[in-house]
Structures are given as structure tokens and as C-alpha cells.
């Protein structure tokens, strides 16, 4: 941004910043954005210092089928119902695409 390139901007927006959050917020902002900040680094370098997790020594015990909670009930066989004809809209069922008079 070239807006920030002139020391008159960045001193107006300092200007405007001690006024809008006045001089007594403005050490404990900083102090906590600062608590913040070593957190933050902190945690990535937990990350960064733990190993990646590797592939276990021993192989997982093959897992067990589930066991129905209630009776097993045999699925009932139907038979195919044939749509019925009304008329001129019924579409006919055997593929023809004729109707037939």
C-alpha cells in the first residue's frame, strides 16, 4: 500500500489511535496481544517438536461383527404390480410406446 509509505499518514493514524483508545487502554492492549503472541509461538513449537504419529506396532484385533439388538426377521417376498390403465393418460406398461385403440 502506498498510503503507508509517507511518515505524515503513519503519524495521523497513531494520532488518531491514541485518541480513539486513549493512553491508559493502549499498554494493556499491547501487553495482551503480546501474552498473545507467546502463546501462539509457543503452541507451533509444541507442534513442530512432537514426532508425527507413526503406524502402530502392533496390528489392531480384527473387529468383531455386530450383533443384532432385537429378533432377525426374514424380508417378505412381494409380487410386481402391474400399473393400472385409466383411460387416455395411462402409460403403457409393456413398452410400447402405441396406444393401443
Same mark, same amino acid.
Given at each position: ?26 499498554? +494493556? ?19 513442530? +517438536?512432537? #514426532?508425527a /504419529?507413526?503406524? /502402530?506396532?502392533? /496390528?489392531?484385533?480384527?473387529?468383531? #461383527?455386530?450383533? #443384532? ?18 383411460? +387416455? ?6 413398452? +410400447?410406446?402405441r #396406444?393401443?385403440?
Open positions: 500500500m502506498r498510503i503507508l509509505e509517507h511518515p505524515v499518514t503513519i503519524i495521523a493514524l497513531l494520532v488518531l489511535i491514541i485518541v480513539l483508545f486513549g493512553s491508559k487502554r493502549l499498554p +494493556d492492549a499491547a501487553r495482551s496481544v503480546g501474552q498473545s503472541l507467546k502463546i501462539f509461538k509457543s503452541e507451533v513449537k509444541d507442534i513442530k +517438536d512432537d #514426532p /504419529p507413526s503406524a /502402530p506396532a502392533t /496390528p489392531a484385533a480384527p473387529a468383531t #461383527p455386530a450383533v #443384532p439388538a432385537g429378533p432377525v426377521v426374514p424380508p417378505v417376498a412381494t409380487t410386481p404390480v402391474d400399473p393400472v390403465v385409466d383411460g +387416455d393418460t395411462a402409460t403403457p406398461s409393456s413398452g +410400447d410406446s #396406444p393401443t385403440a
